[in-house]
């Protein structure tokens, strides 16, 4: 059974940084996209990444490309989201997800798996 378990989420000011890890208990190849969501506060939750690990692809919300990073490391079934320029709203639970089917995109991929939600506050 796969468990997804996100850490590094935090309090960071305008225009820092934060890197989120999210370990995964199992991860074959069966598991083939993981990614990120968040939902902020009064809104849907929304996708902000995904990495199709096998071909190592990756995709973007808008709202985030050029400031956020998707990396993975297969040996530590460990996947990444470097979080630059942050901006208030930015602010979310930020939850690590992953399926056995491809991510094409992060709008319409429907992840089968997912972790439990790690805090991020951007605020001065």
């Known amino acids: 059974q796969l468990q997804l378990v996100e850490s590094g989420g935090g309090l960071v000011q305008p225009g820092g940084s934060l890197r989120l890890s999210c370990t995964a208990s199992?991860?074959?190849?069966?598991?083939?996209?993981i990614g990120w969501f968040r939902q902020a506060p009064g809104k849907e939750r929304e996708g902000v990444s995904c990495i199709n690990r096998s071909v190592g692809s990756t995709k973007y919300a808008d709202s985030v490309k050029g400031r956020f990073t998707i990396s993975t490391n297969n040996a530590k079934n460990t996947v990444y989201l470097q979080m630059n320029s942050l901006k208030p709203e930015d602010t979310a639970v930020y939850y690590c997800?992953?399926?056995?089917?491809?991510?094409?995109?992060?709008?319409?991929?429907?992840?089968?798996?997912w972790g439990q939600g790690t805090q991020v506050a951007v605020s001065s």
């Open positions: 199992v991860l074959s190849l069966n598991w083939y996209a």
């Open positions: 997800a992953a399926d056995n089917l491809p991510c094409s995109s992060v709008t319409y991929w429907h992840p089968s798996k």
